[in-house]
Protein backbone atom coordinates (compact mmCIF):
# COMPACT_ATOMS: atom_id res chain seq x y z
CA UNK A 1 0.00 0.00 0.00
CA UNK A 2 1.08 3.57 -0.91
CA UNK A 3 -0.14 6.15 2.32
CA UNK A 4 -0.34 9.45 0.92
CA UNK A 5 -0.55 12.39 3.78
CA UNK A 6 -2.05 16.04 2.65
CA UNK A 7 -0.99 17.92 5.46
CA UNK A 8 -3.04 21.04 5.74
CA UNK A 9 -2.92 23.73 7.98
CA UNK A 10 -6.97 22.91 9.62
CA UNK A 11 -7.00 19.33 8.36
CA UNK A 12 -4.28 16.36 7.66
CA UNK A 13 -5.86 14.14 4.98
CA UNK A 14 -4.45 10.27 4.14
CA UNK A 15 -5.23 8.55 1.95
CA UNK A 16 -4.11 4.66 1.16
CA UNK A 17 -3.61 3.66 -2.26
CA UNK A 18 -3.12 -0.11 -3.63
CA UNK A 19 0.27 -0.61 -4.90
CA UNK A 20 -1.26 -3.17 -7.79
CA UNK A 21 -4.50 -2.14 -8.66
CA UNK A 22 -4.07 1.52 -7.99
CA UNK A 23 -7.26 1.71 -6.45
CA UNK A 24 -7.85 3.28 -3.83
CA UNK A 25 -9.07 1.52 -0.52
CA UNK A 26 -9.55 4.17 2.43
CA UNK A 27 -9.31 7.73 3.11
CA UNK A 28 -9.23 9.65 6.30
CA UNK A 29 -8.83 13.13 7.62
CA UNK A 30 -7.50 14.47 11.25
CA UNK A 31 -7.31 17.43 12.91
CA UNK A 32 -3.53 19.14 12.01
CA UNK A 33 -1.76 18.72 15.40
CA UNK A 34 1.68 18.12 16.51
CA UNK A 35 2.27 14.61 16.13
CA UNK A 36 0.60 11.77 14.16
CA UNK A 37 -0.40 8.24 15.97
CA UNK A 38 0.00 5.50 13.43
CA UNK A 39 -2.84 2.79 14.08
CA UNK A 40 -5.54 6.00 15.57
CA UNK A 41 -4.68 8.97 13.04
CA UNK A 42 -3.33 7.10 10.36
CA UNK A 43 -3.23 3.43 9.50
CA UNK A 44 -1.34 0.92 10.68
CA UNK A 45 1.81 1.68 8.84
CA UNK A 46 2.23 -2.40 8.74
CA UNK A 47 0.99 -2.32 5.24
CA UNK A 48 2.55 0.52 3.99
CA UNK A 49 5.46 0.26 1.45
CA UNK A 50 5.52 3.88 0.44
CA UNK A 51 4.41 7.31 1.81
CA UNK A 52 3.90 10.85 -0.18
CA UNK A 53 3.97 14.05 1.43
CA UNK A 54 2.16 17.01 0.85
CA UNK A 55 2.85 19.72 4.23
CA UNK A 56 2.61 23.33 4.35
CA UNK A 57 2.54 22.77 8.80
CA UNK A 58 5.45 23.61 10.98
CA UNK A 59 8.47 22.42 9.85
CA UNK A 60 9.14 20.65 13.05
CA UNK A 61 5.83 19.12 12.37
CA UNK A 62 6.94 17.78 8.93
CA UNK A 63 10.34 16.87 10.12
CA UNK A 64 9.21 14.98 13.40
CA UNK A 65 6.59 12.77 10.52
CA UNK A 66 8.93 12.53 8.41
CA UNK A 67 11.10 10.76 11.16
CA UNK A 68 8.36 8.60 12.58
CA UNK A 69 7.78 7.69 9.30
CA UNK A 70 11.33 6.46 8.28
CA UNK A 71 11.22 4.40 11.09
CA UNK A 72 8.57 2.34 10.02
CA UNK A 73 8.18 2.54 6.25
CA UNK A 74 10.92 1.69 3.21
CA UNK A 75 10.40 4.64 1.13
CA UNK A 76 9.52 8.15 2.41
CA UNK A 77 9.00 10.80 -0.69
CA UNK A 78 8.20 14.67 0.54
CA UNK A 79 6.69 16.87 -1.83
CA UNK A 80 8.75 20.51 -2.02
CA UNK A 81 8.54 23.37 -4.64
CA UNK A 82 11.09 23.62 -6.81
CA UNK A 83 12.38 25.86 -9.52
CA UNK A 84 11.08 23.58 -12.68
CA UNK A 85 9.23 20.38 -12.08
CA UNK A 86 7.20 18.18 -15.32
CA UNK A 87 7.37 20.86 -17.71
CA UNK A 88 6.88 23.60 -15.09
CA UNK A 89 8.64 26.44 -13.99
CA UNK A 90 7.79 28.01 -10.72
CA UNK A 91 7.06 31.73 -11.36
CA UNK A 92 8.19 32.71 -7.75
CA UNK A 93 11.27 34.85 -7.07
CA UNK A 94 12.04 32.43 -4.35
CA UNK A 95 10.58 29.11 -5.86
CA UNK A 96 10.78 26.89 -2.24
CA UNK A 97 9.01 29.81 -0.46
CA UNK A 98 5.45 28.68 -2.82
CA UNK A 99 3.25 26.31 -0.56
CA UNK A 100 3.82 22.68 -2.06
CA UNK A 101 0.21 22.51 -1.86
CA UNK A 102 -0.01 25.04 -4.52
CA UNK A 103 2.86 23.73 -6.51
CA UNK A 104 1.78 20.16 -6.34
CA UNK A 105 -1.56 21.52 -7.45
CA UNK A 106 -0.18 23.68 -10.52
CA UNK A 107 1.75 20.51 -11.51
CA UNK A 108 -1.08 18.40 -11.26
CA UNK A 109 -3.43 20.48 -13.26
CA UNK A 110 -0.54 21.02 -16.11
CA UNK A 111 -0.12 16.97 -16.30
CA UNK A 112 -3.94 17.10 -16.38
CA UNK A 113 -4.99 20.51 -19.02
CA UNK A 114 -1.89 21.78 -19.86
CA UNK A 115 -2.02 25.56 -19.10
CA UNK A 116 -4.84 25.91 -15.92
CA UNK A 117 -6.34 27.99 -12.89
CA UNK A 118 -6.25 26.10 -9.80
CA UNK A 119 -7.97 27.23 -7.52
CA UNK A 120 -7.56 25.50 -3.58
CA UNK A 121 -10.20 26.27 -1.23
CA UNK A 122 -9.32 25.64 2.24
CA UNK A 123 -7.79 27.81 5.06
CA UNK A 124 -7.05 30.03 2.68
CA UNK A 125 -7.93 29.94 -0.98
CA UNK A 126 -4.90 30.43 -2.98
CA UNK A 127 -5.40 30.62 -7.23
CA UNK A 128 -2.81 30.27 -9.52
CA UNK A 129 -2.10 30.11 -12.72
CA UNK A 130 0.17 27.84 -15.34
CA UNK A 131 0.17 29.01 -18.77
CA UNK A 132 -0.07 27.11 -22.03
CA UNK A 133 4.15 26.00 -22.44
CA UNK A 134 4.38 25.47 -18.57
CA UNK A 135 5.01 28.94 -16.95
CA UNK A 136 3.66 29.67 -13.57
CA UNK A 137 2.32 33.25 -13.49
CA UNK A 138 2.16 32.73 -9.62
CA UNK A 139 -1.03 33.04 -7.89
CA UNK A 140 -2.86 34.93 -5.47
CA UNK A 141 -3.75 34.08 -1.64
CA UNK A 142 -6.90 34.95 -0.16
CA UNK A 143 -8.11 34.01 3.52
CA UNK A 144 -10.58 30.36 3.52
CA UNK A 145 -14.53 30.79 4.22
CA UNK A 146 -13.76 29.70 7.65
CA UNK A 147 -11.03 31.92 8.63
CA UNK A 148 -12.98 34.96 6.78
CA UNK A 149 -15.80 34.05 9.62
CA UNK A 150 -13.58 33.39 11.97
CA UNK A 151 -11.88 36.96 11.56
CA UNK A 152 -15.19 38.89 12.51
CA UNK A 153 -15.72 37.42 15.99
CA UNK A 154 -19.56 37.32 16.15
CA UNK A 155 -19.92 34.07 17.24
CA UNK A 156 -21.11 32.62 14.01
CA UNK A 157 -18.37 30.22 13.72
CA UNK A 158 -20.16 27.16 14.17
CA UNK A 159 -22.96 28.02 11.53
CA UNK A 160 -21.25 26.64 8.89
CA UNK A 161 -22.87 27.64 5.10
CA UNK A 162 -25.02 24.61 3.92
CA UNK A 163 -23.01 23.29 0.98
CA UNK A 164 -26.83 21.85 -0.38
CA UNK A 165 -28.19 25.47 0.14
CA UNK A 166 -29.38 27.11 -2.85
CA UNK A 167 -26.70 29.31 -4.31
CA UNK A 168 -29.15 32.31 -5.47
CA UNK A 169 -30.65 32.91 -1.72
CA UNK A 170 -26.60 32.55 -0.72
CA UNK A 171 -26.64 35.87 -2.81
CA UNK A 172 -29.30 37.83 -1.37
CA UNK A 173 -28.79 40.32 1.75
CA UNK A 174 -28.78 38.40 4.92
CA UNK A 175 -31.68 39.53 7.65
CA UNK A 176 -29.56 37.61 10.67
CA UNK A 177 -26.02 38.00 11.82
CA UNK A 178 -25.41 34.26 10.74
CA UNK A 179 -26.86 34.59 7.13
CA UNK A 180 -25.12 38.33 7.04
CA UNK A 181 -22.05 36.61 7.42
CA UNK A 182 -22.33 33.52 5.35
CA UNK A 183 -23.77 35.31 2.05
CA UNK A 184 -21.01 37.90 2.76
CA UNK A 185 -18.12 35.52 3.09
CA UNK A 186 -19.47 33.22 0.16
CA UNK A 187 -20.12 36.28 -1.96
CA UNK A 188 -16.33 37.46 -1.30
CA UNK A 189 -15.16 34.19 -2.29
CA UNK A 190 -16.55 33.39 -5.64
CA UNK A 191 -16.12 36.96 -6.39
CA UNK A 192 -12.61 37.04 -5.51
CA UNK A 193 -11.97 33.72 -7.94
CA UNK A 194 -13.97 34.88 -10.73
CA UNK A 195 -12.74 38.13 -10.70
CA UNK A 196 -8.17 37.20 -10.51
CA UNK A 197 -9.90 34.48 -13.10
CA UNK A 198 -10.97 36.95 -15.88
CA UNK A 199 -7.96 39.39 -14.90
CA UNK A 200 -4.95 36.62 -15.49
CA UNK A 201 -6.72 35.50 -18.10
CA UNK A 202 -7.03 39.09 -19.95
CA UNK A 203 -3.49 39.85 -19.08
CA UNK A 204 -2.21 36.43 -20.59
CA UNK A 205 -4.59 36.75 -23.83
CA UNK A 206 -5.40 33.14 -23.14
CA UNK A 207 -8.64 31.50 -21.53
CA UNK A 208 -7.76 28.80 -18.75
CA UNK A 209 -9.50 25.69 -18.15
CA UNK A 210 -10.26 26.39 -14.03
CA UNK A 211 -9.78 23.34 -11.87
CA UNK A 212 -11.65 23.63 -7.94
CA UNK A 213 -10.26 21.29 -4.59
CA UNK A 214 -9.89 21.60 -1.19
CA UNK A 215 -12.45 21.15 1.54
CA UNK A 216 -14.42 23.72 0.33
CA UNK A 217 -14.32 23.25 -3.50
CA UNK A 218 -18.04 21.87 -3.36
CA UNK A 219 -19.74 25.03 -1.90
CA UNK A 220 -17.57 27.44 -3.73
CA UNK A 221 -18.50 25.46 -7.10
CA UNK A 222 -21.42 26.10 -6.88
CA UNK A 223 -21.16 29.88 -7.14
CA UNK A 224 -18.48 30.00 -9.40
CA UNK A 225 -19.97 30.87 -12.93
CA UNK A 226 -16.76 30.02 -15.09
CA UNK A 227 -16.93 26.64 -16.48
CA UNK A 228 -14.94 24.42 -13.98
CA UNK A 229 -14.19 21.00 -12.36
CA UNK A 230 -13.91 20.02 -9.14
CA UNK A 231 -11.01 17.51 -8.15
CA UNK A 232 -10.53 16.87 -4.30
CA UNK A 233 -7.27 14.58 -5.05
CA UNK A 234 -5.74 17.08 -7.32
CA UNK A 235 -2.65 17.61 -4.79
CA UNK A 236 -2.26 13.87 -4.36
CA UNK A 237 -2.34 14.13 -8.04
CA UNK A 238 1.07 16.54 -7.56
CA UNK A 239 2.14 13.90 -5.54
CA UNK A 240 1.81 11.05 -7.99
CA UNK A 241 3.30 12.99 -10.48
CA UNK A 242 6.10 13.40 -8.80
CA UNK A 243 6.59 10.35 -7.07
CA UNK A 244 5.14 7.85 -9.92
CA UNK A 245 5.01 4.39 -8.06
CA UNK A 246 2.02 2.15 -9.49
CA UNK A 247 1.73 0.94 -13.10
CA UNK A 248 -0.90 4.14 -14.00
CA UNK A 249 1.05 6.38 -12.36
CA UNK A 250 4.18 5.70 -14.23
CA UNK A 251 1.77 5.54 -17.47
CA UNK A 252 0.74 9.27 -16.26
CA UNK A 253 -2.48 8.33 -15.23
CA UNK A 254 -3.81 10.35 -11.79
CA UNK A 255 -6.25 9.17 -9.67
CA UNK A 256 -9.86 10.89 -9.56
CA UNK A 257 -8.62 13.06 -12.35
CA UNK A 258 -11.82 14.93 -13.98
CA UNK A 259 -12.37 15.42 -17.77
CA UNK A 260 -10.90 18.52 -18.10
CA UNK A 261 -13.70 21.39 -18.35
CA UNK A 262 -14.08 23.95 -21.48
CA UNK A 263 -12.69 27.11 -21.17
CA UNK A 264 -14.98 30.05 -21.93
CA UNK A 265 -14.11 31.74 -24.98
CA UNK A 266 -11.72 34.89 -24.52
CA UNK A 267 -13.79 37.56 -25.95
CA UNK A 268 -16.78 36.25 -23.46
CA UNK A 269 -14.11 36.76 -20.44
CA UNK A 270 -13.25 40.06 -21.44
CA UNK A 271 -16.76 41.45 -22.23
CA UNK A 272 -17.57 40.66 -18.60
CA UNK A 273 -14.10 41.99 -16.98
CA UNK A 274 -15.37 45.47 -19.13
CA UNK A 275 -18.86 45.47 -18.20
CA UNK A 276 -17.99 45.23 -13.99
CA UNK A 277 -15.32 47.53 -14.51
CA UNK A 278 -18.50 50.19 -16.05
CA UNK A 279 -21.06 49.30 -13.32
N1 LIG B 1 -15.61 17.89 7.95
C1 LIG B 1 -14.93 19.03 7.92
N2 LIG B 1 -14.11 19.34 8.93
C2 LIG B 1 -13.43 20.49 8.90
N3 LIG B 1 -13.47 21.37 7.91
C3 LIG B 1 -14.26 21.12 6.87
C4 LIG B 1 -15.01 19.94 6.81
N4 LIG B 1 -15.67 19.95 5.64
C5 LIG B 1 -15.37 21.09 5.01
N5 LIG B 1 -14.53 21.82 5.76
C6 LIG B 1 -13.98 23.11 5.35
O1 LIG B 1 -12.75 22.78 4.73
C7 LIG B 1 -11.72 23.64 5.21
C8 LIG B 1 -10.46 22.84 5.30
O2 LIG B 1 -10.17 22.44 3.98
P1 LIG B 1 -8.80 21.82 3.62
O3 LIG B 1 -8.67 21.88 2.15
O4 LIG B 1 -8.63 20.50 4.27
O5 LIG B 1 -7.86 22.90 4.33
P2 LIG B 1 -6.34 22.84 4.68
O6 LIG B 1 -5.67 22.14 3.53
O7 LIG B 1 -5.98 24.28 4.79
O8 LIG B 1 -6.18 22.11 5.98
C9 LIG B 1 -12.18 24.14 6.57
O9 LIG B 1 -11.66 25.42 6.80
C10 LIG B 1 -13.69 24.16 6.40
O10 LIG B 1 -14.14 25.40 5.90
C1 LIG C 1 -1.11 29.63 1.29
C2 LIG C 1 -1.16 28.42 2.20
C3 LIG C 1 -1.24 28.89 3.64
C4 LIG C 1 -2.43 27.61 1.86
O1 LIG C 1 -2.50 26.52 2.74
P1 LIG C 1 -3.84 25.71 3.07
O2 LIG C 1 -5.00 26.63 3.00
O3 LIG C 1 -3.99 24.65 2.00
O4 LIG C 1 -3.65 25.10 4.41
C5 LIG C 1 0.04 27.48 1.97
O5 LIG C 1 0.13 27.13 0.63
C6 LIG C 1 1.34 28.12 2.43
O6 LIG C 1 1.69 28.07 3.58
N1 LIG C 1 2.08 28.74 1.48
C7 LIG C 1 3.35 29.39 1.74
C8 LIG C 1 3.29 30.82 1.27
C9 LIG C 1 3.09 30.95 -0.21
O7 LIG C 1 2.57 30.04 -0.89
O8 LIG C 1 3.47 32.01 -0.75
K1 LIG D 1 -5.57 26.16 0.24
Known sequence: MILDLDIGNTLSK????????????????????????????IPDLDVVE????????RREVLNDT??????RVPRVYVGCSTREALGVTNGYDEPWR?????????????????????????SAITVDFVLPGGAH?????VPGLRLMKES?????????IDPEGEEDTL???????????????YVAAISAVQRIYSEVCDQHGVALPMLLTGGDARVVSRGVAVPHAVWPDMVYGGLEACFPLTLAERAGRMSGAPDVPASPALEKIRAGLAFSMLL
Open 98 to 122: LGVDRWLGALAGYQLAGGCCAVDCG
Open 137 to 141: AGGYI
Open 66 to 71: VALLRT
Open 171 to 185: LTPGRTTVDAVNHGI
Open 152 to 160: LRLGTRNVA
Open 50 to 57: AVRISSVA
Open 14 to 41: WRLKDTESSEIRSRGAVWTREEWRPGAD
